[in-house]
């Protein structure tokens, strides 16, 4: 019986330092991934969490990782200034060959959603219009009217009744690799996109485990 108790307590022992040692490297990968994506645009601050758990122990056996939620903020992109860009993505793969050599590196995904909010100060820049952005309404001069939005590959269209149209275009952004929507939330312009496959921010990253 002693035997027993000893055997269940190393056995414990055991599982607790494994779980330990899994939750050192997961950190020490998201914050590789995040410095990897604040080389990529030096003016932004990112942060990267993942939920994926075992992290060691699924990498190895189906090479994947579960989800991944990416939070980059003041990500610059030509005139503009994006407050946030947020990156949700699912089912995340690895190459596992690099995997031998103490790496991980992230070769695609199954799916993906990114929203990113433009600053309604820095639309208020571009343009030089005293624009107010509401939840679904667009404001100038102190009338505040519903937002009618269109969307035109990079380019965003904002018509404001009788007012002459205002067009915010999208530059390119390693972190947003299309246009796919675009409503008004408070304060900002926000725009998402569906992807299957990596930002290049994020493509073939490849960080120290």
């Known amino acids: 019986m ?6 269940v307590v190393v056995l414990g022992v ?17 914050g590789g991934i995040a410095a990897r994506v604040d080389r990529s645009d030096p003016d932004a601050r990112a942060s ?3 939920s994926s758990f075992p992290f060691v122990g699924r990498l190895a056996v189906s090479g994947t990782i579960s989800e991944m939620r990416v939070d980059a903020r003041g990500v610059p992109a030509g005139p503009l200034v994006f ?3 947020d990156l949700d993505l699912t089912d995340l793969r690895i190459r596992r060959s690099a995997l031998l050599h103490g790496h991980v590196e992230l ?10 909010d433009i600053s309604q100060e820095s639309v208020d820049h571009l343009t030089g219009l005293p ?3 509401g939840p679904g309404t667009v404001g100038v001069g102190g009338l505040q009217l519903p937002a009618q939005l269109s969307i035109h590959g ?3 269209t904002i018509r404001l009744a009788a007012l002459p149209s205002v067009t915010v275009t999208i530059p390119p952004l390693n972190l947003l690799p299309c246009v796919g929507g675009v409503v008004v939330v408070p304060r900002a312009l926000q725009v998402s996109c569906r992807v299957t496959s ?9 960080v120290g485990a």
């Open 83 to 85: 407050s946030r860009v």
């Open 131 to 133: 624009i107010t952005f």
């Open 198 to 206: 990596l930002p290049s921010a994020l493509a073939e990253a490849s």
């Open 48 to 50: 990267v969490a993942i």
């Open 2 to 7: 002693r035997r027993l108790i000893s055997l």
């Open 154 to 156: 990079p380019a965003v």
């Open 14 to 30: 055991l599982l607790g330092l494994l779980s330990i040692a899994d939750v050192v490297i997961r950190h020490q990968v998201e």
């Open 107 to 116: 070769v695609g995904l199954r799916s993906g959603v990114i929203t990113a």
